[in-house]
C-alpha cells in the first residue's frame, strides 16, 4: 500500500509542479515582503525518500512553491516567516524560519487520509469502515513471489483461505477453497468477479488418460495486471452474490490508468528450475537382488520346486545361506539360499540369453532443468476527463519433465471517459491464448511418472533390435519413459476473451446510475495421440483423441446508488437488477489403429477402430434483485444489510426462485471516549454479522428425465435392439429440488495500536449448509436407483487471525512481518446412510467415507496388524483355521489386518476410519526487510495435522517385475527383518490381494520456505527511466516434512473437495531460480 501510494504522491506532485509554472500573478503586498530572502530546503517520508510535489507556502502571504523530483524547494520568504509544508496523505507542518537560510522538513504521514479502500460488491469502502470479513492482497504483495499465475500468488498469505496446487506442472490448476468445503456433491470453487463482473472459464475438457484438470479463470490474468485482490468470506460480504457466492467470493480489480503523464512499465523474469526430489529407487544391481529373491520365495514359502537356473540375472555374485530356528529344537537351521550379485555386473553391462542389461536411472531420462521466460508491457496515463492502461505479456514455463510447457500471450486495454459533469463510460478486455504441453500423471496408473520410477532399470534406453529403436518391457504395462516423454501427446489448447463495459450517469452528487454489460468466451481443445510404441497406443496400434469444449457467458447489471452525508449520519444504498446467461457446447472423437504415425490425431479419420463420437450442448439463465444499504453514525456505529432475490432455470420448476439476505453490525470502541482515555488503540473495531447465501450447482437438467442412445436395450423379434435409454431419472419429484443454502454467522475484531504499528484482524465463524444437492437412493419397486434431491448438511466452523507488525522502523530501515493462520473444523450431517466416493483407481474404491459426525475428506480402510511371522501365527488365525500346509506357509511374511468385528471373516466389516485429509490449520509468514533501496524478503508456508492418501505405495506390492524404492526395499519382511517390517515379503506369484489400508495413510504436514527474495532500486539512473528494480529470488527452497513421495501440497483430483489429499503419479513440483528487471519510464 505504501509504494503505491508513493507512485501515487509522484503523479500528482508532477501536476502540481506542473501548475506552479503557470504564471500566478502573484505581487508584493507589503513593504516588508520586499525584504525577503531565499529559503531552500528538502521535503522527506519517514524513510528518508524526497517528496515530490509538496506544497510550501508562506503563511498568511501568498507566495509559496512546489517540491521538484528530488523534493527540493526555493522559495522568497522574510526572515522571521513560518513556512507551512501540506501534501495529501501527510500532516500538514508548520515550520519558523527563524533567520535561517535552509529548512529542511520530514512529513508525517496522516493514516486517515491513506486509508485503504477496499472493493466489495457492487462498490468498495474505506477499509477501516468494513462490516463483513474481508481479506485484501495488494499488487506489490502478489508480485513479491514472482508468481506466473495469480493462483500461486495467494498460497498462504490470505487467513481463511485454503489455496491448494493439483500438481507442480506448468499451467496447473490451483484450488482454493474459503472456509472450509461446502459441499461433497458440489464444486467449492468461489465466485470470481474482474472488474465488476462475474468470470468464469468453464470446465477444461477431460482426458482419457491421466491429468485430470480444471480451468481456474486466474490461470487466464498476468499477475503484473492486477491491482489488488479482495476475498469476501463472511455472509455480510458475500450474501449481495446470492446463489453464486456459497464458496465465497474473490474480486480482482485489474490496474487502471491514473491523471498525469504516460507511465511505460517493462518487466522481463528469466528462470532457472529443476526437481526438488526424486524418488530414490533400485538401482540395477539390488533389482537383479529384488527379482532373484522373489523367485527363491517362490520356492521357500510358495511351494515351488527350487530350480537355480530360473533366476532371471547372472549368478556372478555369491548365495549366503536363509537361516530359520527349527520348530522342535530351536537351532538355526539353512532353510534355503539367497542371491545376491555383484555390482560390478551391471557397469558395463552384460549379456543374458542375448539381452544386454545395464543399469539405467530412468528418472535422470526425463527430468531435467528446465529454463523459462516472461515478460510484460504496460503504458498507462490520463487525464481529467478520462484513463487509459494497455498491457501485453509473453510466459514461457517449460516444465521439469521432458517435453511439458506452458505458454501465454496475453492482452489487455482499459480505458475511461468522463463525456461531461453527468456521464462517464469505461471498457475493459482482455484476450489470452494459451498453449499447454502436458505428460500422463495425475491418476494415472502406467503413466510417465509411474514408469520413471517402477520400470525394470537393468533395461537400456535404446535398443537397435526393437522396432521403435528402445528397450521394451510389455509384461508390466509400462512405457519406456523416454519413449513415452518423447511419443505421448497431451496439449490443451485455450483462448478467452473477456469483454466488459460500463456506463454511468450521475444525476447529482449523491445519485448514480451504473449500467454494466459483460461477455466472456472460451475455446478449450485438448488433442491427444498415444503412438503404437508407448503403452496406451501399443494395444491398439496407436491411439487419438480430439476433444473441445466452447463456454460463453452474458452479464447485465443495472444498478442504482445512493451516497448521502445527513450532518453526522452517512447512508450508501445500492439496488439494481442483474441477468445473466451461460451456453456451452463439446464435442468428442476417439480413434484407434492408425496404418501409421505420422498425422498423429489430426486425421482422425484415419483410426479404422475403437471409433467414439460424442457431442453436448447446453445453457442456464439466472435472474436477480438485489439491494444493500450501509449506514454509519458518527463514523462510529455502522450497519450494513443486504437483500438478493434469485431465480435460476437449473432448479425445478415451482421452486427457481429463493431469497438470500444479510446483515452486519460494527463498532469503533476506538472512538468512544473510554477507549479514547487509554491512549493505547489507534482502531478498535468489532463486528458481528450473519446471513444466507445459495448454490444452484446442478446440471441445467437435473429435473429432467435425460434419454441416451444405448445399444442393445429393447428385446425385439427375439433379439436386443438399439433404442432411447433412460440414462438418468430425475422427473419423480421435479418439485423439491431446491437451492442449496449457506447460513454463516461471523464475530470478528480489528485492532491497531502503537500507533499502527501492530494491526491486528481476528474472526471466528460458524458456517451451516443445509439441503444439499445428492443423489437419493430410491425403492427399486420404482425402476430406478435414485434420484436428484435435497438432503444432508454441512457445518464448518472457525478461527483466523491476522496479524501485521512494524518491529523496526527509521529513516533508513523499516522491518515487516505479516503473519496468517487459520482453524477450520469440518462435519457432515443429516444423511441417511453413510456415503462413498467411487473409483478411486488402483484397486482403492470406496475409501473416502461421508459418515454423519464426521468430516469431508474421512479416509475408511483396513487397519493393518503387523506380519505374520511364523507358520503358527498363521494357524493361529481362525481365518486360516481349515487352511491346507501350503496355504499357512504361502502366509507367511504377508500382511494381517486387524480384525474390527471379532468375526473369523477378513471383509468390509472390518474397515474403520483410517484418516482426514483435512488440516487442522494451516498458516503463513512474510518477512520484509527495506534497507535504503535494498529488500529482503522470505515467505514461509504450512499446514499441519492433514493426512494424505499416497496411492502410489500401492505400486509396490512386491509380486511383480516393478521396480521399488529403497524405503520399501529395506523395510520389506524378510526372516532377518520381522520386527521392523513395514512391508510384505517379496512374491513371485501375482496371488497378493493388498487391500486399502492405513499404510497408505501418511501425515502431509509440511513448512515451506516458499519464497526467499533480495531486490535493489535504482532511482532515475539514466535520463527518461523513473526506476530500475532488480529482483533475485528463489521459489521452493527448503519444505520440512515426513512425507514420502514428491511433495506434500498435492491434489490429484484438482477442485473435488470429496476427494481432497490424493497423491497418484503427480507432477513433482520444482524448485525455481528466478531473476527478474522492471524499469519504470
Known sequence: MKRLHKAM????????????????????????????????????????????????????????????????????????????????????????????????????????????????????????????????????????????????????????????????????????????????????????????????????????????????????ISPQDI??????KDASATAIYGSRAANGVVIITTKSGAEGKAKVQFSANFSVAKSVKTIDVLDA???????????????????????????????????????????????????????????????????????????????????????????????????????????????????????????????????????????????????????????????????????AISYDPTLPLRDPEKESGFSENNSTGLSNPYLAAHNEKNVLLTKNVFASGFGVISFTDWLQFRQNLGYSYSYDERNQYYNRWTSSGRPSDGLGIKNDQVYESLTSESLLTFNKKFGVHAVNVVGGFTYD????????????????????????????????????????????????????????????????RDGSSRLSPLDRWSNFYSGALAWRLSDEAFIKSLNFFDNLKLRISAGQTGSQSVSPYATRTVLTAKDNNYPFAGSLENGMAQNRYNAAAPTLLSWETTTQYDIGLDASFLNNRVNLVADVYYKKTEGM????????????????????????????????????????????????????????????????????????????????????????????DGFYDNEAEVRADPYYK?????????????????????????????????????????????????????????????????DILNVNLNRFTMNNSDNVPYFVWNSRW??????????????????????????????????RCKNISLSYRLRHPVKYVESINIVASVSNLFTITGYDWFDPDVNA????SSRRGVDLASYPSARTFNLGIQLSF
Not at 495469480?150 to 474459503?178: C, E, F, M, R, T
Not at 489403429?593 to 479404422?608: F, L, T, W
Request: hydrophobic share 35%; charged share 20%.
Open 1053 to 1056: 483430483f484438482g477442485g473435488d
Open 9 to 220: 504522491t509522484r503523479i500528482v506532485g508532477v501536476l502540481l509542479m506542473a501548475l506552479m509554472m503557470v504564471p500566478s500573478g502573484l505581487k508584493a503586498e507589503t513593504t516588508e515582503m520586499l525584504q525577503t530572502s531565499k529559503i531552500t530546503g528538502v521535503v522527506t517520508d519517514d524513510f528518508g525518500e524526497p517528496i515530490i510535489g509538496v506544497t510550501v507556502r508562506v503563511k498568511n502571504a501568498q507566495n509559496g512553491a512546489v517540491t521538484d523530483v528530488n523534493g527540493r524547494y526555493s522559495v522568497n520568504a522574510p526572515k522571521n516567516a513560518t513556512l507551512v509544508f501540506s501534501f495529501i496523505g501527510y500532516r500538514t507542518q508548520e515550520v519558523a524560519i527563524k533567520g535561517k537560510t535552509t529548512v529542511n522538513v520530514t512529513l508525517q504521514e496522516d493514516s486517515q487520509m491513506l486509508e485503504e479502500v477496499v472493493a466489495i460488491g457492487y462498490g468498495a469502502v474505506p477499509k477501516r469502515d468494513l462490516t463483513g470479513a474481508v481479506s485484501s492482497l495488494k499488487s506489490e504483495d502478489l508480485l513479491k513471489t514472482n508468481p506466473v499465475s495469480i493462483n500461486q500468488g495467494l498460497q498462504g498469505k490470505l487467513a481463511g483461505v485454503n489455496v491448494s496446487q493439483s500438481d507442480g506442472a506448468p499451467g496447473a490448476g490451483v484450488n482454493i477453497q474459503i472456509r472450509g468445503a461446502n459441499s461433497f456433491t458440489t464444486s467449492t470453487e468461489p465466485l470470481y468477479i474482474v472488474d465488476g463482473m462475474p468470470y468464469s472459464v468453464g470446465e477444461a475438457p477431460a482426458t482419457d488418460y491421466g491429468t485430470k484438470s480444471k480451468n481456474n479463470p486466474l490461470s487466464t
Open 227 to 232: 491491482q489488488s485482490i479482495e476475498v469476501l
Open 882 to 946: 481349515n487352511a491346507t500346509d501350503a496355504k499357512i506357509k504361502s502366509m507367511v511374511g504377508e500382511i494381517k489386518y486387524k480384525n474390527m468385528d471379532d468375526d473369523p471373516v477378513i471383509d468390509d466389516r472390518d474397515r474403520a476410519i483410517i484418516g482426514d485429509t483435512n488440516p487442522d490449520y494451516q498458516y503463513g509468514l512474510t518477512s520484509t526487510m527495506t534497507y535504503k533501496d535494498w529488500t529482503f524478503s522470505f515467505f514461509l508456508q504450512g499446514i499441519e495435522g492433514n
Open 974 to 1007: 524378510t526372516p532377518e527383518n520381522r520386527r521392523n517390517a513395514k512391508y510384505p515379503r517379496s512374491l513371485i506369484t501375482n496371488a497378493r490381494s493388498v487391500k486399502a489400508s492405513d499404510r497408505y495413510v501418511q501425515d502431509g504436514s509440511y513448512l
Open 285 to 451: 544391481c539390488d533389482y537383479a537382488n529384488y527379482q532373484n529373491e522373489r523367485k527363491a520365495n517362490g520356492w521357500l514359502f510358495d511351494g515351488l520346486e527350487y530350480a537355480p537356473d530360473s533366476f532371471t540375472y547372472p549368478t556372478v555374485g555369491r548365495w549366503d545361506d536363509i537361516k530359520e530356528p527349527d520348530p522342535e529344537t530351536g537351532e538355526m537351521v539353512v532353510v534355503g539360499k539367497k542371491y545376491k550379485p555383484s555390482p560390478q555386473d551391471f557397469r558395463n553391462g552384460f549379456e543374458l540369453n542375448g539381452q544386454m542389461f545395464y543399469g539405467s536411472r530412468w528418472q535422470d531420462q526425463i527430468f531435467r532443468t528446465s529454463f523459462s521466460q516472461d515478460y510484460s508491457i504496460s503504458v498507462s496515463g490520463g487525464d481529467k476527463k478520462g484513463s487509459y492502461m494497455y498491457s501485453g505479456g509473453y510466459l514461457d514455463q517449460q516444465g521439469i519433465i521432458t517435453n511439458t510447457y506452458y505458454k501465454r500471450y496475453n492482452i489487455r486495454a482499459n480505458n475511461t471517459r468522463k463525456i461531461n459533469d453527468y456521464i462517464e463510460l469505461g471498457a475493459n478486455i482482455s484476450f489470452t491464448n494459451a498453449e499447454n504441453r502436458l505428460a500422463r500423471t495425475n491418476t494415472e496408473t502406467s503413466g510417465l511418472i509411474t514408469s
Open 581 to 644: 446467461k451461460v451456453m456451452w457446447r463439446s464435442k468428442y472423437l476417439r480413434s484407434s489403429k492408425y496404418p501409421s504415425d505420422g498425422n498423429e490425431e489430426n486425421n482422425i479419420g484415419a483410426g479404422v477402430e475403437g471409433r467414439e463420437m460424442t457431442s453436448d450442448r447446453g445453457r442456464s439463465q439466472l435472474m436477480s434483485y438485489l439491494v444493500r444499504g450501509n449506514y454509519n453514525l458518527l463514523d462510529r456505529y455502522m450497519l450494513t444489510f443486504s437483500f438478493r
Open 773 to 864: 444437492l445428492m443423489d437419493k437412493m430410491i425403492s427399486w419397486m420404482s425402476g430406478f436407483k435414485q434420484i436428484k434431491a435435497n438432503f444432508g448438511n454441512v457445518t464448518n466452523k472457525g478461527v483466523e487471525v491476522s496479524l501485521n507488525v512494524i518491529p523496526v522502523k527509521t529513516r533508513s530501515f523499516m522491518w515487516t512481518l505479516d503473519a496468517n493462520i487459520s482453524f477450520n473444523k469440518n462435519e457432515i450431517g443429516g444423511l441417511q446412510a453413510d456415503h462413498f466416493i467411487p473409483d478411486l483407481v488402483w484397486g482403492f474404491n470406496n475409501v473416502f467415507l461421508m459418515r454423519n459426525g464426521h468430516p469431508i475428506g474421512t479416509l475408511y480402510g483396513y487397519v493393518e
